[in-house]
């Protein structure tokens, strides 16, 4: 059984970074998706980045977050990570991993099936960035 914990939220000021963890139990094989999604109050979760793990390994990030994020992960510990910089306000928001694989895809593949909630889930972690 998969399980997947975040850790790593909290409040910084408008241009701080945060680095969170998630630490993924259960994982067998190789090639597997992993992702970094988030979602506020009212609002449908959106997609962050995603990381594929496969011989021809990538990422693919969110247009908002491209440049200022970057996800990566260790193979050894099963432990994803999301590293971000330069922090705005409308990053706030409970922040989610997964995981789903093994299986032969892309990061962009990936992107999509965390976007239609396939694979394993984490239960969340908050980002508050005050201007």
């Known amino acids: 059984q998969v399980q997947l914990v975040e850790s790593g939220g909290g409040s910084v000021q408008a241009g701080g970074s945060l680095r969170l963890s998630c630490a993924a139990s259960?994982?067998?094989?190789?090639?597997?998706?992993w992702g970094w999604f988030r979602q506020t109050p009212g609002k449908e979760r959106e997609g962050v980045a995603s990381?594929?793990?496969?011989?021809?390994?990538?990422?693919y990030y969110d247009d908002s977050v491209k440049g200022r994020f970057t996800i990566s992960q260790d193979g050894v510990n099963n432990t994803l990570y999301l590293q971000m910089n330069s922090l705005k306000p409308e990053d706030t928001a409970m922040y989610y991993c997964?995981?789903?694989?093994?299986?032969?895809?892309?990061?962009?593949?990936?992107?999509?099936?965390?976007?239609?909630?396939?694979?394993?889930w984490g239960q969340g972690t908050q980002v508050t960035v005050s201007s």
């Open positions: 997964a995981v789903e694989g093994p299986l032969a895809g892309s990061a962009t593949y990936c992107y999509t099936r965390f976007q239609r909630h396939k694979g394993d």
């Open positions: 259960g994982i067998s094989g190789t090639s597997h998706c």
């Open positions: 990381l594929y793990t496969g011989v021809t390994a990538s990422t």
